[in-house]
């Protein structure tokens, strides 16, 4: 285009845009209506050989409403006075308004490029101008779009625009900055960046091994031996103490395995319904021979399995619902000490009362920190039904009641496939249950947490982290007969674990200041979990000065979370800086 004269582009412009209707207005630069098109070109059928002026009585109306005619017919005035060509000259290459052998009309620039009406004709020009083509050589080979994209089913041309963005999704891009297997990145500035392993043979074997309870919950690097350095130094110098109970590897579902029907007692009495005969009697039968005691109302029968005959309950004739209302009722009022009876309550409270839901409407939640306390939330919700259950299964007499406020006298050995069946019940519930809670609990600690940005949520947090811890540890406490060691060596694991971890979260006094201000900051506004909360941890006080040891483990409760409690709570506080 830049070897054309002024003239030859709107010769071009005309024959692209529509011959001789869009023409120059006046006040354009080199408007001259008399301009000779590209010279030595053959006119199409199409064109005439000169364009002519409209007519007034042919308007275009489209056209009139950007082309001003009067002003077009003033313009070309003094040019339909010039002479006209010749017949010859206009079949010839000369252009029209243009005589031949002048060189340039009056009142041109002079700057301007100069027809060459003497030249030959150039096709190739033409060519170039008329129809671009790409050129013979071959373009620059672009490994991302060679390397995944099959051109041999484009034909010898690129891909359309169409196909081209199918076509790169077809196969996945390279990573340019994939880490090596030593764990480093070659990522620019703006890239996240890939942790460096200062250990990479001891992080493999800590990781094959599994780290200890107390370095997952305290976030450090555990040690290969079979006792880490923190779980010695956090032993101290008791020697009553076994170092191998406190540093316990893998998770918490680990421990549990893949046992099914872990809870479940042997040699209960389960007749089948076949087996039942005679008439429908309703039972009243409660955890307690307290008048006050919450009764469950059953529908026995008698039944005969051969040597063994006596009076049980069908199971297609109990609802389920009823048996968890009686168990959560029965939970609430069990025995125990005061400030167990305080933690069941505070527990009930927490889940009933929606408690981390209030928490979340106080401040805004993050996406790590809301992942937190959903798992929280779940891990709480079915813990309590796990305690409940739990409650049940432990009761070691069930008691049955006449219609009144009589008190309740113990079921007589013809009813026991009565209390059999509850403590199977409770026995496939809690061991379905404690696999979900478990494996909540390992979700809890392999999150990144709550920031110290969100006070509230924090406070919130760990009150439920503390009913949580608590009510597992007395679970697997009271599980063992007192003054008999652990006989089961899965409940002693988890009763060790839990203490543990109970011990590496509340090892700082910043943690126990967020849990005692959370009953007049985050639950103000709950004043039945507030209530339960501020009587619970004025009771696990008590509860510490009149700690006995009286069941297995009870040494490690009052190593790693009385003595160490109490140290950390004496500590005095730094003065702030003014």
């Known amino acids: 285009m830049a070897d054309l004269p002024p003239a030859g582009r709107r010769d071009l412009d005309s024959l692209i845009f529509g011959g001789s209707r869009f ?8 408007s001259d209506a008399t301009e000779a098109p590209l010279p030595n070109r053959a006119l199409d059928h199409r064109e005439s050989a000169e364009a002519p002026a409209p007519s007034k009585d042919n308007h275009d109306p489209l056209f009139e409403m950007y082309f001003d005619y009067r002003q077009y017919e003033r313009d070309t005035t003094d040019t339909a006075s010039q002479s006209e060509p010749s017949s010859e000259e206009t079949s010839g290459t000369s252009p029209p308004g243009l005589t ?13 490029d100069v027809v060459m009406l003497d030249a030959p004709p150039s096709p ?11 050129p013979d050589a071959d373009l620059p080979r672009n490994p991302i779009i060679h390397d995944h994209i099959d051109l041999a089913q484009y034909g010898e041309g690129l891909p359309s625009a169409m196909a081209l963005p199918q076509a790169l999704h077809a196969k996945p891009l390279p990573q340019p900055h994939a880490p090596d297997a030593a764990g480093h990145s070659s990522a620019g500035a703006g890239k996240k960046k890939t942790r460096i392993v200062p250990e990479p043979q001891k992080t493999s074997k800590v990781r094959e091994k599994g780290a200890c309870t107390l370095c997952r919950v305290s976030r450090v690097s555990c040690d290969v031996d079979a006792s880490c350095s923190k779980c010695t130094k956090l032993c101290g110098d008791r020697t009553d103490i076994d170092i191998k109970k406190v540093c316990g590897r893998g998770t918490f579902f680990e421990a549990v395995g893949a046992l099914a029907k872990r809870w479940c007692q042997n040699g209960i009495l389960a007749p089948k319904t076949s087996q039942f005969f005679g008439d429908r009697k309703t039972v009243f039968v409660s955890l307690s021979p307290d008048p006050q005691s919450p009764r469950l109302p059953v529908t026995a029968r008698c039944f005969n399995m051969g040597s063994q ?7 297609e004739e109990i609802g389920h ?10 939970f609430l009022a069990g025995s125990g000490s005061k400030f167990e009876a305080l933690t069941r309550t505070l527990l009930a409270a927490y889940v009933d009362e929606r408690a981390l839901s209030h928490a979340r409407s106080l401040e805004a939640v993050q ?11 779940t891990c709480l919700k079915k813990l309590l039904r796990m305690r409940e259950m739990w409650n049940v299964w432990r009761c070691a007499t069930f008691y049955i009641h006449q219609p009144g406020n009589a008190r309740g006298q113990p079921l007589p050995d013809s009813h ?6 509850f403590h199977q019940y409770a026995g496939e519930e809690i061991s379905q249950l404690e696999k979900e809670v478990l494996k909540e609990i390992d979700k809890l600690f392999a999150q990144n947490g709550i920031k110290k940005d969100s006070p509230l949520l924090l406070s919130a947090y760990y009150v439920g982290m503390w009913v949580a811890l608590w009510q597992l540890a007395l679970m697997y406490r009271h599980s063992q007969p007192r003054n008999t060691p652990f006989s089961d060596p899965i409940t002693e694991d988890l009763f060790n674990k839990v203490v543990v971890l109970y011990s590496g979260l509340f090892r ?3 943690a126990f200041k967020c849990l005692k201000d959370a009953g007049s900051k985050v639950f103000r506004d709950r004043p039945v979990v507030r209530r339960a909360f501020e009587e619970a941890w004025k009771a696990h006080t008590e509860f510490y000065q009149s700690f006995e040891r009286q069941y297995p483990g009870d040494e490690l409760i009052e190593a790693l979370v009385i003595r160490k409690e109490s140290k950390v709570l004496s500590r005095k506080q730094p003065a702030r800086r003014q």
Do not use: F
Request: no cysteine; glycine share 10%; net charge positive.
């Open 100 to 112: 031949t052998g002048s060189s340039v009309g009056s009142g041109a620039d002079p700057d301007d």
């Open 321 to 330: 619902d009823e048996i968890s209302r009686w168990a959560k009722r029965s």
């Open 367 to 377: 996406r790590d920190a809301d992942a937190v306390l959903s798992s929280l939330q």
């Open 309 to 315: 005959k006596g009076v049980g309950v069908v199971p």
């Open 508 to 510: 700082t006094s910043k």
């Open 124 to 134: 190739e020009l033409n060519k170039r101008i008329l129809w671009p083509s790409l």
């Open 416 to 421: 026991r496939a009565i209390q059999g069946y």
């Open 23 to 30: 023409l120059p207005q006046s006040g354009d630069r080199n």
